[in-house]
């Protein structure tokens, strides 16, 4: 009997199988009526409207001329698109101008590796504050600091992803999407109890033990498990010390000098209540972090570039104090330095921006999510089953809807009465919704940002073969399988022991 060849599938042909099979897949559930339907709150009046979800066949006629017809506009629009070219402008001049390499050659001699990795996963997890800027910055900066440490810059990749990913419900203050999943909260909340409120640190105690625990797991993964999963990588020229001089210190004095004027001048007008600050607050808001980041706020719109006007400060002072900016010229040529070679990021970026476009205008991943809310909804569940149920479903969920208000206006509510009823509060529930999204997120190529990932995985893969898709999320199932085991033991934890979550946070209604 033959055996079946192994075929590496370059990821570029299986963003075209996934649409494919998404458009047929589209056009088998509307024909067989997949539907469900569930109540959703007005969070503004409190009332509950009837909806019915159903899958949009786009295996047919109109659905190729939706394809055709959305597919550039999509594209341009693209959040991941133009986050990525915008943050690569301040880290091409970062890094020609010579202040990574300075920077992160002194940071690599005198620190330890798992002291590196530690720190590095860390911060992606404190990034979900800022939102899914974190994406475009670390990743490109985690590879650059494992190659200059003469480490795997691939390994540097995949611990900064699962940093993002498996942080990504876990951030110590409410986040913009906390504080639009609390509205749903409050709201379904307050039909039981009308004088139900909660406060922004009302998840503090639980998040900052889970963030610093997650950060040793993660670490430890990475050290242990995916230091020999991960594909090799060669360097081509053997280790010579990096001697650091005159220039290179005092380029480095130089743009730390501009970097910390530029970020006390952004600082203050962030800060409230100061004369003349708070300018790049959105005051139409009530929370501070609304403010912060509304869709409104100037922060919130501009928050991309104030980071790439940092990084080009750091680099262009840098070079001027190093001597390796001398011109204008060497300052344009530094600019589009990390652009060069793109190309095939961009090709993956246009698939992986039609494939989030067709599957989120099938509506498949809403109406999956309806009806498991319908199932959660209709079992006479309570105490540790219905934990570790909405749990389950909300990963599930998670593979299929990967935005979290709008996965929690659908399970909302369902969940919180039935929290509620059970003697359990609404923020709890919120609280496992947003655990359990961690351990999943990191699975599924519907997330926008998991493209910027799989880039940079081929962009530093040395072998003939290519970093397949399947492989890419595989280097992640590890992460998920014990970060989710580690939140659902930290949840059934406080549940047990009945700690509060927070400041007014608490685990019984």
Request: hydrophobic share 50%.
């Amino acid at each position: 009997m033959k055996r079946f060849k192994k075929i590496n599938l370059n990821p570029v042909m299986t963003f075209l199988i996934l649409i494919l099979f998404t458009l047929v897949l589209s056009g088998f559930l509307n024909l067989i009526g997949f539907e469900a339907t569930y109540n959703k709150i007005n969070i503004e009046t409190g009332e509950y409207t009837v909806v019915s979800e159903s899958v949009e066949s786009l295996f047919n006629l109109s659905g190729i001329k939706y394809i055709f017809s959305s597919t550039v506009s999509n594209f341009t629009a693209f959040t991941p698109l133009s986050m990525l070219i915008i943050v690569l402008i301040g880290i091409g001049i970062m890094e020609k101008s010579g202040f990574l390499k300075t920077s992160f050659t002194i940071l690599t001699k005198f620190c330890k590796k798992y002291t590196i990795t530690f720190w590095l996963v860390f911060l992606s997890i404190i990034f979900s504050l800022a939102g899914d800027i974190g994406y475009v910055i670390m990743i490109p900066l985690a590879a650059l600091l494992f190659t200059y440490g003469r480490r795997n810059p691939i390994l540097g990749i995949v611990a900064v992803y699962a940093g993002l990913t498996c942080g990504s419900g876990i951030s110590l203050f409410l986040t913009s999407l906390d504080s639009e999943m609390l509205s749903y909260t409050l709201a379904n909340a307050r039909i039981i109890d009308p004088t139900y409120s909660l406060g922004n640190f009302a998840f503090l105690f639980i998040m900052a033990f889970t963030i610093i625990v997650c950060s040793f797991v993660i670490t430890f993964i990475t050290e242990r498990i995916s230091i020999s999963k991960v594909e090799k990588y060669e360097f081509k020229e053997e280790k010579r010390e990096v001697r650091l001089g005159k220039r290179e210190y005092r380029g480095l004095i130089f743009a730390i000098a501009a970097g910390t004027i530029y970020l006390l001048i952004f600082i203050y007008n962030i800060i409230p209540g100061l004369p003349f600050s708070g300018k790049l607050l959105d005051y139409s808001q009530n929370y501070y972090i609304d403010k912060l980041f509304s869709y409104d706020s100037f922060f919130s719109n501009g928050f991309v570039f104030i980071v790439t006007m940092f990084f080009v400060i750091l680099g262009l002072f840098y070079g001027i104090g190093a001597k390796t900016i001398k011109n204008n010229n060497d300052f344009c040529e530094n600019l589009t330095h990390s652009l060069d070679g793109t190309g095939r990021t961009l090709i993956l970026i246009l698939l992986a921006s039609v494939l989030v476009n067709v599957f989120k205008k099938s509506n498949i991943g809403v109406v999956i999510v309806t009806s498991l809310t319908n199932v959660i909804g209709k079992g006479n569940l309570s105490g540790l089953v219905l934990i570790l149920v909405l749990f389950l479903f909300t990963a599930i969920s998670t593979l299929f809807l990967t935005n979290p208000v709008s996965k929690w206006s659908i399970l909302s509510t369902s969940v919180v009465p039935l929290f509620m009823n059970s003697g359990l509060s609404p923020e709890f529930a919120q609280l496992i919704t947003r655990f359990a999204e961690c351990c999943t997120i990191g699975l599924t190529p519907l997330l926008a940002y998991f493209v910027i990932y799989l880039s940079y995985l081929e962009k530093y893969n040395q072998s003939d073969k290519p970093i397949t898709l399947f492989t890419s999320l595989k280097y992640q199932v590890v992460y998920g399988l014990i970060v989710g085991a580690l939140l659902i033991a930290i949840i059934i934890g406080w549940y047990l022991v009945g700690l509060p979550i927070g400041f007014g946070g608490r685990i019984t209604a």
